[in-house]
């Protein structure tokens, strides 16, 4: 997907303050942008296919490079919807918690595979390459079962409780909801597009209010704060209802009822 930067914005910001440094213009902008991104839920997307590992329970979020993820929409593991919890829930649903590979040294996890011609490749042989087939230790997998639910508990990691087991193959389908990084310089195009008079007012809001400046004007910054909330306010209706028009209906209610 194309990426657009925070400075393509510059031109639109710089005539209501002018002599305002370039960079602090850029770095308003992208605050602007991550704010605007993380009360619209505006920016979607859909994680690709992946299978989780028997025995392991922390993954870190596969999504687009400068971006952080800031909401789940949905985790669906083969076609069932994983509960989200807070931490406080999990803590509470799952006092055990979960331990990476059953609490088991990560050395046992090949403790079953015979190693005669893992990982050698002499003379190129086919039967040294095949490498040996995988065998998984039943103590790796003691404390899994179905995974049931997601907890997210860093904003890079999540968890999947209870530990994921070896019964079945688990295929998560994930859609989330994304923000820009902090040291970001673009963003999707599509959605920057999108949310521009958003941003542009989240970001005017704050710099005429900067101390010191000779482009400060509270009168100014009041007006583009109202205009922020306005406009995430229909951003993220919008996003949540999408393009779809829907019908209007009126239903009789019955009299003396």
Same mark, same amino acid.
């Given at each position: 997907?194309?990426?657009?930067t925070f400075a393509s914005l510059v031109p639109?910001? $710089? /005539?209501?303050?002018p002599g305002c440094p370039t960079q602090t213009i850029i770095q308003y902008i992208r605050d602007a942008a991550i704010r605007t991104c993380e009360r619209t839920l505006a920016w979607r997307y859909q994680v690709p296919l992946y299978d989780l590992l028997p025995g392991v *329970? @922390? !993954?870190? !979020? $596969?999504?687009?490079?400068s971006t952080d993820a800031h909401a789940i929409f949905a985790a669906i593991v083969n076609g069932s *919807? +994983? @509960?989200? +919890? =807070?931490?406080?829930? %999990?803590l509470r649903l799952y006092p055990q918690w979960a331990d990476l590979y059953s609490g088991e040294d990560p050395s046992v996890l090949w403790s079953l595979t015979d190693p005669s011609s893992f990982n =050698? #490749?002499? !003379? $190129?042989? /086919?039967?040294y390459n095949d490498g040996s087939v995988f065998a998984l230790p039943d103590s790796i997998v003691a404390d899994a079962s179905t995974p049931r639910s997601i907890c997210q508990v860093t904003p890079d990691k999540y968890i999947i409780l209870p530990l /994921? #087991? %070896?019964k079945a193959t688990? =295929?998560?389908?994930?859609?989330l909801a994304l923000k820009p990084k902090r040291n970001s310089t673009a963003m999707d195009e599509v959605i920057f597009d999108d949310l521009e008079e958003s941003i542009l007012h989240g970001a005017l809001q704050h710099l005429l209010v900067l101390p010191n400046s000779h482009w400060t004007d509270r009168e100014l910054a009041a007006y583009h704060a109202k205009q922020y909330v306005f406009q995430i306010a229909e951003r993220r209706a919008r996003a949540n +209802?999408? $393009?779809p028009r829907g019908v209007l209906r009126a239903k009789m209610q019955p009299f003396g009822a």
């Open positions: 997907m194309a990426n657009r639109k910001v $710089n /005539p209501s303050v *329970h @922390e !993954y870190a !979020y $596969n999504k687009p490079d *919807h +994983l @509960e989200k +919890l =807070t931490l406080d829930d %999990a =050698t #490749d002499d !003379y $190129n042989d /086919p039967q /994921p #087991d %070896a688990y =295929t998560m389908r994930m859609f +209802l999408g $393009n």
